[in-house]
């Protein structure tokens, strides 16, 4: 029995590591998966090899369910307030108010992008998916101030859904890319210009009179003295 | 080398002058630095290609930045280390410290003095060749002890303890398989035992019987662990040992480390092909004799290239081994196996010897040549399966 596993343990290692070689050669034949990310090399090849497959944007590369920057859009938001309960942080700040035909209306629905944790709990929530995550990752900016968005910079006035009838969601994502552009001080990719620091007029520092000798022939001099 | 440095003292009749050695002295100055300049050039695009293998395996591209596709990125890594700091720990063993690093440069660089690249490329056609490779990459193993015990550092010394103890083991199996070509050959010189062997398959001294697959077979992964290449990379193990000997050292030093591992690659591949798949033994010779070490030398390239890609998709295949297993692989499986490999050479040799007539020594050789030329379509054609099962999903 012994003597038969000691063979079969030839063998079997030597199967496992073929067939390990193949799926290596296999997958060492195939195109990438992966694509580029130039974020500050050469960002003139990227759109070239998303091109190929038909893509416009790194964010279309992601998988579904990616979750990305909040997005709200006020077209269907019912002012519930349902996402402000449910974020364990605190990121999401509404104002609700009644407008002059006594309507619900949000006057802000602010979002703090910078606190925020991507949980996803917000809009599980939802009832009328308004609130999502999109796809978009590329937040960076210049001022932490400009990570917070307000998606109710003109107040609107609440959904109701029994009332008004369905209404269609825009298209994820479009929303917050306009809020990027709007808040990019900076082109995209360039960096701030390095401003030189204003010179500074050096103070000529009085020197303190030098005391020659080390410190016992020091002692012993003022001790003479 | 020493055929020109012959051929030049006969020429200009300085035999016996003091002209004799510095024309020697001068050759064997240009050549050392030759063979080392291919040596180091080696080394650095190995790292490159191995990074880029790695990465189409793992179906994303590797490092396609610097230069085109990537190509200079050796250099970059070469450049970076230069310009850092050379930092040494508290407590440690300055001179040791310093030094052991170049004791596994000088273990790998040296093996290269043997290793014939054509039928007159060679630095030193010792009559103890193989011998002396084998002594010289002991070498290797100091240098890592050194390193690992000169650190002052808990994670070296084990990576260090561990190195040793494994190429150490190793050491026996290799030196047995490599024992079984020599009985062959009758010699230790690298020449003959290239010669000895024939340009086609089966005349490779790999295929002389089944007793010599499997000793290329221990040769094989036996050198791998001496080298401390995956999937017997225990000494330098991430998980545990953080880099293991090699944890302390930074700057140029480490990168004479990774030179070294990378460089040792050619001399694995190389020595294998030497002993087992025929050298830079060419079917072809032309009247010319540059024509004809020219295509020696793309021969054997090409054979060590192609096992310097299999090291590396081994690499990135197989998982690393626990050390008891490594050692159960060892001692168990290896010296057993190899020395049953060398009585049975012995027999073998003595009853059928090699002809170059069709005899009952060529129908084996054809048949051996048949076995590990299915393991190769077995691996080729199941890939090929794989791939046509994932399209069909």
């Known amino acids: 029995m012994k003597v038969k596993k000691y063979f079969s343990n030839i063998v079997e290692a030597l199967l496992t590591t073929f ?48 979750r990305g920057i909040l997005e709200v859009d006020g077209n269907i938001c019912t002012g519930c307030s349902i996402c402000e309960k449910a974020c364990p942080i605190g990121v999401i700040s509404i104002g609700k108010g009644k407008n002059e035909e006594k309507k619900m209306q949000v006057n802000s629905f602010i979002i703090d992008n910078s606190k925020c944790m ?30 917070v968005y307000d998606w109710a910079e003109t107040p609107y006035v609440a959904y109701n859904v029994k009332k008004d009838g369905e209404r269609e969601r825009v298209e994820l994502g479009s929303l917050v890319r306009e809020k990027k552009l709007k808040f990019d001080v900076t082109p995209r990719y360039d960096f701030p210009k390095i401003v030189d620091a204003p010179k500074v007029k050096k103070k000529k520092l009085k020197t303190p ?14 001790e003479g003295e | 080398m020493e055929s020109l440095g012959l051929y030049l003292i006969e020429k200009f009749n300085i035999e016996g002058s003091f002209a004799q050695n510095i024309t020697l002295l001068v050759l064997m100055i240009t050549f050392s630095l030759i063979v080392l300049t291919w040596f180091l050039l080696f080394a650095g695009i190995t790292s490159w290609v191995e990074r880029r293998i790695a990465g189409r395996m793992q179906c994303r591209p590797g490092p396609n930045v610097n230069g085109p596709e990537g190509f ?98 190793y050491e026996v199996p290799n030196s047995l398989s490599i024992l079984a070509v020599v009985l062959l050959t ?40 001496e080298g401390s290449r995956t999937p017997f990379d225990l000494p330098e193990g991430e998980s545990e040992l953080v880099s293991g000997y090699n944890t302390e050292y930074s700057g140029i030093r480490f990168a004479v480390f990774f030179l070294a591992e990378w460089g040792n690659l050619f001399v694995m591949a190389a020595l294998s092909t030497i002993l087992f798949l025929g050298g830079w033994a060419s079917p072809f010779a032309f009247e010319s004799i540059y024509l004809t070490n020219f295509i020696q030398v793309l021969i054997f390239l090409s054979k060590v290239f192609i096992l310097v890609f299999i090291i590396i998709q081994l690499r990135w295949t197989l998982p690393r081994v626990r050390i008891d297993q490594l050692m159960t692989i060892c001692w168990t499986y290896f010296v057993p196996i190899s020395l049953v490999v060398v009585l049975f050479t012995a027999i073998w040799m003595n009853f059928f010897p090699r002809t170059d007539s069709f005899s009952f020594q060529t129908l084996v050789q054809i048949i051996t040549m048949l076995m590990w030329m299915y393991m190769i379509f077995y691996v080729i054609v199941k890939a090929f399966k794989n791939r046509k099962l994932t399209e069909e999903k």
Not at chain 1, 120 to 136: F, M, N, R, V
Not at chain 2, 99 to 108: S, T
Not at chain 2, 187 to 210: C, F, K, R, T
Request: charged share 20%; glycine share 8%.
């Open chain 1, 118 to 147: 991507y949980c996803g709990l917000c809009s599980k929530d939802c009832p009328t998916q308004a609130i999502q995550h999109t796809k978009e990752f590329e937040a960076t900016n210049i001022r932490i101030e400009n990570l």
């Open chain 2, 72 to 169: 200079l990125q050796w250099l970059m890594d070469a450049i970076k280390p230069m310009e850092k700091e050379d930092l040494m720990p508290d407590g440690a063993d300055k001179w040791m410290f310093k030094v052991a690093p170049y004791f596994v440069f000088m273990g790998v660089g040296s093996t290269l003095l043997v290793i014939p690249y054509s039928e007159s490329l060679i630095l030193g056609d010792l009559n103890i060749g193989i011998f002396y490779a084998v002594a010289i990459t002991s070498l290797a193993t100091i240098g890592i002890l050194l390193a690992g015990w000169s650190s002052n550092n808990k994670w070296s010394l084990i990576g260090g303890v561990r190195a040793a103890s494994q190429m150490i083991s």
């Open chain 1, 19 to 66: 067939e390990g070689m193949s799926i290596t050669l296999d997958h060492f034949f195939r195109r990438p998966v992966t694509y580029d990310y130039y974020a500050y090399g050469d960002h003139k090849r990227m759109p070239k090899l998303l091109a190929k497959d038909g893509i416009e944007r790194y964010s279309d590369t992601l998988s579904d369910g990616y």
């Open chain 1, 209 to 222: 009179p030098v005391v020659s000798g080390n410190r016992k022939t020091r002692i012993k001099k003022e």
């Open chain 2, 186 to 225: 009758g010699s230790l010189s690298m020449q003959d035992i290239v010669l000895e062997q024939g340009a086609y398959p089966w005349q490779w001294n790999i295929s002389h019987s089944p007793f010599m697959l499997a000793s290329f077979f221990i040769f094989f992964i036996s050198s791998l662990a």
